[in-house]
């Protein structure tokens, strides 16, 4: 009886140290799939903290290639803009020269009128002069021959004086109608002079608006380039329905546009599409 006693007792403590010992294992187990779930969910984390920056780089990519598209999209019009002033330039020039050269040919004309005039007063002169010594021939009674000479003379002179009167006469019409032309050539080469100066200024511009605003990459790009005269390092005024907001330097330069960063002083005014920037 005893000894079944002593068995049933080593058999209990058996028992015992094994439930323990699967007690012990499972707590064991469950630390360590805790561990390992743990290291997961980080590990799970950063992979989703990854994703999100690179969806959100390639996001920041796509604007800066979108920009860069119509950037370059913009600077392609407005060099074809600039291609089309610069061809009506030429066009002007040309229309300049071709004014200038009529009006000289016009000088040149009434040069030749007024000496035609000037022909005419002296013969007029010569007339009166020989009507003079008709006159006293006639009255001294010099001889009948020395009157006829005087009178072929003046008869002679008077048919000249009549050719040079009708010379005179359509030089005079031909005078008030270059007069006429030469009012109307001044006029048209003012116009073109001012349509040029205006077309000169067009296409050196002092001032243009914001084209681009990109505050990811704290910058903006403007309508003016290396064909107005902007140079990397410039300072140039960024202004807002006239106000003066501060000033912006420029960073990189293309022929028609042109880029800069956006200073500290300019943060808080939120700049724009639109505002403008001045030289």
């Not at 009167?165 to 032309?181: G, N």
């Not at 807002?240 to 808080?268: C, H, P, T, W």
């Not at 599409?273 to 030289?279: P, Y």
């Given at each position: 009886?005893?000894?079944?006693?002593?068995?049933?007792?080593?058999?209990?403590?058996?028992?015992?140290?094994?439930?323990?010992?699967?007690?012990?294992?499972?707590?064991?187990?469950?630390?360590?799939?805790?561990?390992?779930?743990?290291?997961?969910?980080?590990?799970?984390?950063?992979?989703?903290?990854?994703?999100?920056?690179?969806?959100?780089?390639?996001?920041?990519?796509?604007?800066?290639?979108?920009?860069?598209?119509?950037?370059?999209?913009?600077?392609?019009?407005?060099?074809?803009?600039?291609?089309?002033?610069?061809?009506?330039?030429?066009?002007?020039?040309?229309?300049?020269?071709?004014?200038?050269?009529?009006?000289?040919?016009?000088?040149?004309?009434?040069?030749?009128?007024?000496?035609?005039?000037?022909?005419?007063?002296?013969?007029?002169?010569?007339?009166?002069?020989?009507?003079?010594?008709?006159?006293?021939?006639?009255?001294?009674?010099?001889?009948?021959?020395?009157?006829?000479?005087?009178?072929?003379?003046?008869?002679?002179?008077?048919?000249?004086?009549?050719?040079?009167?009708?010379?005179?006469?359509?030089?005079?019409?031909?005078?008030?109608?270059?007069?006429?032309?030469?009012?109307?050539?001044?006029?048209?080469?003012?116009?073109?002079?001012?349509?040029?100066?205006?077309?000169?200024?067009?296409?050196?511009?002092?001032?243009?608006?914001?084209?681009?605003?990109?505050?990811e990459m704290n910058?903006?790009?403007?309508?003016?380039?290396?064909?107005?005269?902007?140079?990397?390092?410039?300072?140039?005024?960024?202004?807002?329905?006239?106000?003066?907001?501060?000033?912006?330097?420029?960073?990189?330069?293309?022929?028609?546009?042109?880029?800069?960063?956006?200073?500290?002083?300019?943060?808080?005014?939120n700049v724009n599409?639109?505002?403008?920037?001045?030289?």
């Open positions: 009886m005893s000894k079944i006693i002593k068995l049933g007792i080593v058999v209990a403590f058996v028992l015992a140290v094994l439930s323990v010992s699967t007690s012990l294992m499972l707590a064991v187990k469950q630390i360590k799939y805790r561990e390992v779930a743990q290291k997961h969910d980080s590990e799970l984390k950063e992979s989703q903290a990854l994703k999100a920056g690179m969806q959100k780089k390639m996001a920041d990519y796509e604007k800066v290639v979108q920009e860069k598209e119509k950037i370059a999209s913009q600077t392609a019009k407005m060099e074809e803009e600039l291609n089309a002033v610069e061809s009506e330039l030429s066009e002007l020039k040309k229309d300049l020269e071709s004014k200038d050269e009529a009006i000289e040919t016009l000088k040149q004309e009434k040069e030749a009128i007024a000496s035609n005039t000037a022909a005419s007063e002296e013969l007029q002169i010569e007339l009166e002069r020989l009507k003079e010594q008709l006159h006293e021939a006639q009255a001294s009674g010099s001889s009948q021959g020395g009157s006829e000479l005087y009178q072929e003379k003046v008869k002679a002179l008077v048919e000249e004086l009549k050719q040079k009167d009708k010379l005179i006469a359509e030089s005079r019409q031909r005078e008030t109608e270059l007069e006429e032309m030469a009012k109307t050539l001044k006029s048209q080469l003012s116009q073109l002079s001012s349509i040029s100066q205006q077309k000169s200024s067009a296409s050196y511009r002092a001032e243009a608006p914001v084209e681009v605003v990109n505050r910058f903006i790009v403007f309508s003016m380039g290396e064909n107005d005269g902007v140079k990397v390092g410039d300072m140039l005024g960024v202004y807002r329905s006239g106000q003066f907001l501060g000033n912006i330097y420029v960073d990189e330069v293309f022929q028609n546009m042109a880029s800069a960063s956006i200073s500290d002083e300019l943060v808080k005014y599409e639109g505002d403008i920037i001045r030289k």
